[in-house]
T-cell receptor, first 109, second 120 residues
Framework: LAKTTQPISMDSYEGQEVNITCSHN???????ITWYQQFPSQGPRFIIQ???TKVTNEVASLFIPADRKSSTLSLPRVSLSDTAVYYC??????????FGGGTRLMVKP | GAVVSQHPSRVICKSGTSVKIECRSL??????MFWYRQFPKQSLMLMAT?????????EQGVEKDKFLINHASLTLSTLTVTSAHPEDSSFYIC????????????????FGEGSRLTVL
């Protein structure tokens, strides 16, 4: 299973754009990249998923370069409620998800 | 999106007793569910893969006789912590994939709310 590396923590301020980069150097051809958000004492919540280039939904964008060895989750105009742990995972169909350390994002007023 | 529900959300028990946690997929069927454990300030650790109608697959280091998993139907998996001890106190989270919603091909899993176990 591809291993992921993310910054342990990040600080930001309300209204700013936050970019969290994840490295996954040994990603396999059929792996997808998925990002989850977790609040304290809650289960992870799906944010976005992509395979290559750029994916955008109502809450985030995911940028994936051509070599797919990294990905960047972009959160536009964060608010205090975006304070959470963000996990980057790579996996393919039918497999369980293996969580890395995650990035603890703190949004300040 | 698909909903996965866990019960109970919190449980406190005495050392030596057994505790059962239920995981239900409310609006979809899941032949496979996954059980994770999370200690404070740490990431989720996969404990086992629960397969409907067959034995669960446990990760290395997870005692199958201590953490009993039963997946008797396509919408229910249970985790029983037997003879619980204080070191078993943790946040247990289940997840399932919606096979019919494209989730199977894209790897998206839906997670339950988690169950916090405290063993006194």
């Amino acid at each position: 299973l591809a291993k992921t590396t993310q910054p342990i923590s990040m600080d930001s301020y309300e209204g700013q754009e936050v970019n969290i980069t994840c490295s996954h150097n040994n990603i396999a051809t059929n792996d997808y990249i998925t990002w989850y958000q977790q609040f304290p004492s809650q289960g992870p919540r799906f944010i976005i998923q992509g395979y290559k280039t750029k994916v955008t939904n109502e809450v985030a964008s995911l940028f994936i370069p051509a070599d797919r060895k990294s990905s960047t989750l972009s959160l536009p105009r964060v608010s205090l409620s975006d304070t959470a742990v963000y996990y980057c995972l790579v996996n393919n169909a039918g497999n369980m998800l293996t969580f890395g350390g995650g990035t603890r994002l703190m949004v300040k007023p | 999106g698909a909903v996965v529900s866990q019960h109970p959300s919190r449980v406190i028990c005495k050392s030596g007793t057994s505790v059962k946690i239920e995981c239900r997929s409310l609006d979809f069927q899941a032949t496979t569910m996954f059980w994770y454990r999370q200690f404070p300030k740490q990431s989720l650790m996969l404990m086992a893969t629960s397969n409907e109608g067959s034995k669960a697959t446990y990760e290395q280091g997870v005692e199958k006789d201590k953490f009993l998993i039963n997946h008797a139907s396509l919408t229910l998996s249970t985790l029983t912590v037997t003879s619980a001890h204080p070191e078993d106190s943790s946040f247990y989270i289940c997840s399932a994939r919606d096979q019919l919603a494209g989730g199977y091909n894209t790897g998206e899993l839906f997670f339950g709310e988690g169950s916090r176990l405290t063993v006194l």
